[in-house]
């Protein structure tokens, strides 16, 4: 489906376009002292990392803004999204992947929890990045020796976010050898991580803040003190297709709704707009069922066949440059780095994969032994799906080499 969604965003909204996030003071500005309320307005930017939202507050600062004393205003308004049960889909509710979309989303809401070792055999330390104020990490995970393997296989977490004070208690066992390693998990609800990472990095950088995180509209009487601009479309969907970043792709999903049918965004508007940009191209598919734009769904559907026609109609469309490019090359990046590595397909491909329990999917370009370029499409949807990777990387194999 994220072929589908960035093939079409790119078509629609173009390669340049760009997301915009806006700051706003409500209240009394003298000098440096703000009392009243700093309010955020978000446009669905997929992709505000931790760096990125520094940059924006080290600009507020260097325009002179350093004392706070009001609300942090978070308008979300943009995005019209249900409310979500993060574990409904794997139950795996604290894996950013299962994050809802949030139009003021900050550095995908996650945390990385860094495990590191220390003396051979000890238990490693563990720390959160970015830090939670008052939180209690509660460290159980036994040194061990021997080899590293799949780390994250022997650690365990259990999640209190409404414990006073929260807490996270992480256990199982850490080799020594496997030096640091990082998992990333969602440890707070949205309003707390916001407030969390900017009451951090506006200390960091000089400033104060006194007053809590609150949800609302922008007011009438606001005005714009800051903006920040995203990367370019051409830079955003690399990461969507290259490493099936699944929250980014929802963005870019209800940002075509908002776009071609007016905000605040749906997924019932997004499925209407890329209906909509088929219906321009003569194309009506018939089996298409549009969820969320991303593979988190277990109700989305397209057909092989139209998989096909997609990278066929990219291929001659004026942003195939861009829509290749964001798929991983077979044993170089992304999704592709680690498969057919020593194949002699590998550096010949740009596959999308898409990975779920019972399905196993593949969709690129081969440019072949002949010097020719062929779509290829491979779905697979079966209790033993993990068993036909093998199958999908003969496929490409076969491709690459035939006559």
């Known amino acids: 489906m994220k072929l589908l969604t960035t093939y079409a965003a790119l078509e629609v909204l173009g390669p340049a376009y760009q997301w915009k996030t806006e700051v706003y003071v409500n209240g009394a500005l003298k000098g440096e002292r703000l009392k009243g309320d700093l309010i955020f ?77 220390d003396a051979e055999g000890k238990p490693p330390r563990i720390v959160l990045d970015p830090e939670i104020a008052g939180a209690r990490i509660v460290n159980q995970v036994r040194g061990a020796n021997g080899g590293c393997g799949d780390w994250r296989d022997k650690l365990q977490y259990q999640i209190k976010r409404d414990s006073s004070p929260p807490a996270y208690a992480f256990s199982g066992s850490f080799s020594s050898a496997c030096e640091e390693r990082a998992m990333h998990l969602i440890l707070q609800d949205n309003n707390a991580y916001f407030g969390s990472l900017f009451k951090q990095l506006w200390e960091q950088l000089g400033g104060s803040w006194k007053g809590a995180v609150v949800e609302g509209a922008l007011p009438d009487t606001a005005r714009r003190i800051g903006k920040y601009d995203s990367p370019a479309l051409a830079e955003i969907i690399r990461d969507i297709n290259k490493f099936s970043n699944n929250v980014m792709a929802r963005h870019l999903f209800l940002t075509l709704g908002a776009e071609l049918r007016g905000a605040p965004a749906t997924p019932l508007k997004s499925a209407a707009a890329i209906n909509d940009w088929l219906g321009v191209r003569g194309q009506r598919f018939l089996e298409l069922v549009l969820d969320n734009g991303s593979v988190l769904s277990r109700i989305e559907r397209i057909s092989a066949q139209h998989l096909g026609w997609l990278l066929r109609a990219a291929y001659q469309s004026n942003v195939f440059a861009e ?35 019972e399905v196993r999917a593949i969709a690129g370009y081969v440019f072949d032994a002949q010097g020719r370029r062929m779509a290829v499409v491979c779905l697979i949807n079966h209790p033993n799906a993990e068993l036909g990777r093998p199958v999908q990387d003969a496929l490409l194999e076969w491709v690459f080499s035939r006559p």
């Open 323 to 357: 829509l290749e490019s964001s798929l991983p090359i077979v044993a170089v990046d992304g999704t592709m780095k680690k498969r057919l590595t020593l194949g002699n397909v590998s550096g010949h491909a740009h596959i999308k994969t898409g990975s779920i329990k």
């Open 41 to 117: 307005k978000g446009y669905g930017d997929p992709k505000i990392t931790l760096e990125a939202f520094w940059l924006l507050l080290r600009d507020l600062r260097q325009k002179g803004l350093k004392e706070i004393k009001g609300n942090l205003i978070l308008d979300r308004s943009y995005f019209d999204v249900p409310k979500e049960d993060p574990g409904a889909f794997d139950n795996e509710p604290y894996k950013p992947y299962n994050a809802a979309p949030d139009a003021m989303l900050i550095n995908f809401r996650a945390h990385r929890v860094r495990f590191l070792p």
